[in-house]
């Protein structure tokens, strides 16, 4: 899998020819699409009225499409100036649909109306199209910096694969962490977020669920697919409400559908007293043994470490230690 | 940019403190849409919902300065519970929130002064690394 975040920041990754490639992409339409609509069932929304949703890290407003389809009101941020352009482009086109339909389906008193709407701020107009023109707005901004908005603003919090981006610095002032504290600010109306990322690693896991344990979120990473590379989907869920749980990840048959179907479920608490400690399960557990190969030296420190703990005597760690004896004819 | 997203935005800078003040439009172009969801009951059922919703959430005078800004001044000056329950202040609401954008223009910050430019609808909001907030 290639990871772009290594080369550099992403404003200076997803320039004109990148985020025209990404829109494009139609792999990358359905992936984001399919991510969208999971995050959306995470955040188990009232689906009687439209809600008002943040996108951090919206780029093209792939995900902020999906959100229109599902009838809410979204604001989307992105560090990608280019990103933001396409997305732009995306809603000012639907807009123009829109109004368009509305200018066939309406006869010349059209603009009359137009008018007074504008002068006498009269708002009783009564006509339109069909066609809703898209209940996007975009911000250029980085989530690393913290979010420009007033506590309790939005319903729900949104993010398709954007937070891992911040898990690299680029300069030395850019500590990973400080950033990551800065984006979990999330200001949400006792709301749910659902933030979606690819960890490089089970330390980025942790550390960005630390994170927001830190700023005082109830929740976990819900871990679709675990066993699957491909198939496999990290789900930052938070909430407000302390005794809120994060739900299971998917398993089983839904990734059958991604050509990857096997079962198994994880899921790392974050609202454990040591968030350390709960993630660790999942990384420490007994080394799978190889065919042929003995214990590793990883494994045995490890474990003298442990022994040492219990207060057993343990013998020191030296250059020797875990090292392959000579063969033997 | 919408009326909405402006009234929930606050600067984010070290400077300004954490403080909530809101950010005073300088309009230089501004674009009206006319509502798009009218003959469709569902649709006006939804925006009346989602008005309501967002009711409590919103900064009013905020939105009062914010809409006097773009050139609106048929606003109330407060929210009385009956305004709150009617059905046709809260759709005249949902119009402002969301069909008056400020395509370009500048935001500025009343207690610090720093600005933020708004253009082709999308308000800079990037820092500089030294200006960001300190996490707690």
Same mark, same amino acid.
């Given at each position: 899998?290639?990871?772009?975040e290594?080369?550099?920041?992403?404003? /200076?990754?997803?320039?004109e020819k990148?985020?025209?490639?990404y829109?494009?992409?139609?792999?990358m339409?359905?992936?984001?699409?399919?991510?969208?609509e999971r995050a959306?069932?995470?955040l188990?929304l009232?689906?009687?009225?439209?809600s008002?949703i943040?996108d951090?890290?919206?780029g093209?407003g792939?995900s902020g499409?999906?959100l229109?389809?599902?009838g809410?009101v979204?604001?989307?941020?992105?560090?990608s100036r280019?990103?933001?352009?396409?997305?732009?482009?995306?809603?000012?086109?639907?807009?123009?649909e829109?109004?368009?339909?509305?200018?066939s #389906?309406?006869d010349?008193?059209d603009?009359d109306?137009?008018? *007074? *709407?504008?002068?006498?701020n009269?708002?009783?107009?009564?006509?339109?199209?069909?066609?809703?023109?898209?209940?996007g707005?975009?911000?250029?901004?980085d989530m690393?910096?913290?979010l420009?908005?007033?506590?309790?603003?939005?319903?729900a919090?949104?993010?398709? &694969?954007?937070l891992q981006w911040?898990c690299? &610095?680029?300069?030395?002032?850019?500590?990973?962490?400080?950033? /990551?504290?800065? &984006?979990?600010?999330?200001?949400?109306?006792?709301?749910?977020?659902?933030?979606?990322?690819?960890?490089?690693s089970?330390e980025?896991?942790?550390?960005?669920s630390?994170?927001?344990?830190k700023?005082g979120f109830?929740?976990?990473?819900v871990?679709?697919y675990p066993?699957?590379?491909k198939?496999?989907?990290?789900?930052?869920?938070?909430?407000?409400?302390? #005794?809120y749980?994060?739900?299971?990840?998917?398993?089983?048959?839904e990734?059958a559908?991604?050509?990857?179907?096997? #079962?198994?479920s994880?899921?790392v608490?974050?609202?454990d007293?040591d968030?350390?400690r709960a993630?660790?399960k999942k990384s420490?557990g007994?080394?799978?043994?190889?065919k042929g190969?003995g214990?590793?030296k990883e494994?045995?420190?490890?474990k003298k470490?442990t022994?040492r703990?219990?207060?057993?005597?343990?013998?020191?760690?030296?250059k020797?230690?875990?090292?392959?004896?000579?063969?033997?004819? | 940019m919408?009326?909405?997203?402006?009234?929930?935005?606050?600067?984010?800078?070290?400077?300004?403190?954490? &403080?909530?003040?809101?950010?005073?439009?300088?309009?230089?172009?501004?674009?009206?849409?006319?509502?798009?969801s009218n003959n469709?009951?569902?649709?006006?059922r939804r925006e009346?919902?989602f008005?309501k919703?967002?009711?409590?959430?919103?900064?009013?005078d905020?939105?009062?300065?914010?809409?006097k800004?773009?050139?609106?001044?048929?606003l109330p000056p407060?929210?009385?519970?009956?305004?709150?329950?009617?059905?046709?202040?809260?759709?005249?609401?949902?119009?402002?929130?969301?069909?008056?954008?400020?395509v370009?223009g500048?935001?500025?910050?009343?207690?610090t002064?720093?600005e933020f430019?708004?253009?082709?609808?999308?308000?800079?909001f990037m820092?500089?690394e030294?200006?960001?907030?300190?996490?707690?």
């Amino acid at each position: 899998m290639s990871r772009p975040e290594l080369t550099g920041h992403a404003s /200076l990754f997803y320039n004109e020819k990148e985020a025209r490639k990404y829109d494009s992409s139609s792999r990358m339409v359905g992936i984001q699409r399919e991510i969208t609509e999971r995050a959306i069932e995470l955040l188990k929304l009232p689906s009687n009225r439209p809600s008002f949703i943040l996108d951090v890290g919206c780029g093209s407003g792939l995900s902020g499409q999906v959100l229109e389809e599902h009838g809410h009101v979204w604001v989307g941020c992105d560090v990608s100036r280019d990103m933001l352009n396409m997305a732009n482009e995306r809603i000012e086109r639907k807009r123009e649909e829109a109004m368009g339909e509305g200018d066939s #389906s309406e006869d010349d008193s059209d603009n009359d109306m137009n008018d *007074n *709407n504008d002068s006498n701020n009269d708002f009783n107009n009564s006509k339109g199209g069909t066609e809703e023109s898209s209940p996007g707005d975009l911000l250029h901004h980085d989530m690393g910096t913290g979010l420009p908005f007033r506590p309790a603003s939005f319903d729900a919090c949104i993010s398709i &694969s954007a937070l891992q981006w911040l898990c690299y &610095s680029n300069t030395k002032e850019q500590i990973p962490k400080k950033r /990551l504290t800065a &984006s979990s600010h999330h200001y949400t109306k006792g709301a749910r977020a659902v933030l979606q990322f690819y960890p490089e690693s089970s330390e980025h896991a942790i550390l960005i669920s630390e994170c927001a344990a830190k700023v005082g979120f109830a929740g976990g990473i819900v871990v679709d697919y675990p066993n699957s590379t491909k198939a496999k989907k990290h789900y930052l869920v938070l909430s407000f409400e302390r #005794s809120y749980k994060a739900p299971q990840g998917l398993t089983g048959l839904e990734g059958a559908l991604l050509n990857e179907g096997r #079962s198994g479920s994880g899921g790392v608490r974050v609202a454990d007293k040591d968030p350390r400690r709960a993630a660790g399960k999942k990384s420490r557990g007994p080394p799978r043994k190889k065919k042929g190969g003995g214990k590793t030296k990883e494994w045995i420190l490890h474990k003298k470490e442990t022994q040492r703990k219990k207060g057993k005597d343990t013998r020191k760690d030296t250059k020797f230690t875990g090292r392959k004896r000579p063969m033997r004819f | 940019m919408r009326l909405l997203t402006h009234n929930v935005l606050r600067n984010n800078t070290k400077a300004a403190n954490g &403080s909530n003040t809101p950010l005073r439009i300088t309009a230089t172009e501004v674009r009206v849409d006319e509502p798009t969801s009218n003959n469709d009951p569902d649709a006006e059922r939804r925006e009346v919902e989602f008005a309501k919703n967002m009711l409590p959430a919103l900064n009013w005078d905020t939105l009062i300065e914010g809409a006097k800004s773009m050139g609106l001044d048929s606003l109330p000056p407060s929210v009385t519970p009956e305004l709150a329950n009617d059905e046709g202040f809260l759709r005249a609401l949902y119009h402002v929130l969301m069909d008056v954008h400020l395509v370009n223009g500048m935001l500025t910050c009343t207690e610090t002064g720093r600005e933020f430019a708004v253009t082709n609808g999308i308000a800079n909001f990037m820092l500089e690394e030294d200006e960001c907030e300190v996490p707690k």
